[in-house]
């Protein structure tokens, strides 16, 4: 997960700009949170979420229950990346977030 999350952060971008590319940074998006969360710890993180648009266009974003790195299904049903500041405070549902979408 780490390495992949990294590719995705650090990777692309470089890989972009080395390409000649003007859209080096991967754009994020806003939505609102689909579950509580905990308060963050000291780092970002950016947790493997599912996205659900409502019928107004607001994009509800739901980070899956199990973030542990050696969980590779999660990953590969992810929509996109919860971004968390650190010490982000504890979050309830409905609470915008900001995410970076995976696939487009």
Known sequence: MSAYVCSVLFLMPLIRRLSGRSDI???????????????????????????????D????????????????VPLAAA????VREPHAPPAAAGTPCVFVKLQD
């Open 57 to 72: 266009g607001t994009a509800v974003v739901t980070p899956f229950p199990v973030q542990d790195s050696s969980m590779l």
């Open 25 to 55: 940074a991967l754009p994020t998006d806003t939505g609102v949170l689909g579950c509580d969360l905990k308060q963050n710890d000291e780092r970002a993180d950016y947790m493997r979420a599912a996205i659900e648009l409502r019928a």
């Open 79 to 82: 929509d996109c990346l919860v």
